[in-house]
């Protein structure tokens, strides 16, 4: 049973800083998951802000692009999201994922969230 924690969310001023972490635990070796970072603000659907292949390729939402930094640490078993510039718009819970693909099903995993407010 694959568990993912996030950790790191808060408040904080528009301009600031926040990095989010995830844990991963059970399941197989965390090399192979794919992972990423998702946020669902109030009344919008969840959507996709970072992610990162095994391989270490990483793909970012555009309104995220130069702001946000995806990273991963296999030995640790965590990945990071390390938040720049934030604004107002970006206040959301954010979700870890984990996700395989394995004879054509993806499998994915996530985390209970942490929320993230941007505000003065």
């Known amino acids: 049973q694959v568990q993912l924690v996030e950790s790191g969310g808060g408040l904080v001023q528009p301009g600031g800083s926040l990095r989010l972490s995830c844990a991963k635990s059970g399941g197989r070796i965390f090399s192979i998951y794919a992972m990423g970072w998702y946020r669902q603000a109030p009344g919008k659907q969840r959507e996709l802000v970072a992610a990162?292949?095994?391989?270490?390729?990483?793909n970012y939402a555009d309104s995220v692009k130069g702001r946000f930094t995806i990273s991963r640490d296999n030995a640790k078993n965590m990945v990071y999201l390390q938040m720049n510039s934030l604004q107002p718009e970006d206040t959301a819970v954010y979700y870890c994922?984990?996700?395989?693909?394995?004879?054509?099903?993806?499998?994915?995993?996530w985390g209970q969230g942490t929320q993230v407010t941007v505000s003065s």
């Open positions: 990162i292949t095994s391989g270490g390729r990483t």
């Open positions: 994922n984990a996700n395989t693909l394995d004879v054509g099903i993806r499998t994915n995993y």
